[in-house]
């Protein structure tokens, strides 16, 4: 599975992005689809998860509320919606795959795409 993120920019705190992630392969309406996030001299984190059967999701808990994860097995793609954005949301994103339930463990990501900056104005 080869992923392409993108739909990163600059946006004023308060305002929305959608990312989007699109996955080459034929196999990929059988992953989860994760997001991660990198902020500059930081860890990467989790963000957000959609499981491929059941389409359950799985949310970091500074993004409940703000974000929402979706996918579309038609065009094999996930999105992620981010709206009230803060500061503290600015990184690079990137979008993963793996084929166990929506695991928020980074290291259970089999597949990696490259990042999506997005930075967040105060």
């Known amino acids: 599975v080869q992923l392409q993120a993108s739909g990163g920019g600059l946006v004023q705190a308060g305002g929305s992005l959608r990312l989007s992630c699109a996955a080459s392969?034929?196999?990929?309406?059988?992953?989860?689809m994760g997001w991660f996030r990198q902020a500059p001299g930081r860890e990467r984190e989790f963000v957000a998860a959609?499981?491929?059967?059941?389409?359950?999701?799985n949310y970091a808990d500074s993004v409940k509320g703000r974000f929402t994860i979706s996918r579309d097995n038609a065009k094999n793609s996930v999105y992620l919606q981010m709206n009230s954005l803060k500061s503290e949301d600015t990184a690079v994103y990137l979008c993963?795959?793996?084929?166990?339930?929506?695991?928020?463990?980074?290291?259970?990501?089999?597949?990696w795409g490259q990042g999506t900056e997005v930075t967040v104005s105060s």
């Open positions: 959609v499981s491929w059967s059941d389409g359950r999701t």
């Open positions: 993963a795959a793996t084929k166990l339930r929506t695991t928020a463990a980074r290291a259970q990501y089999d597949y």
């Open positions: 392969g034929r196999t990929f309406s059988t992953y989860t």
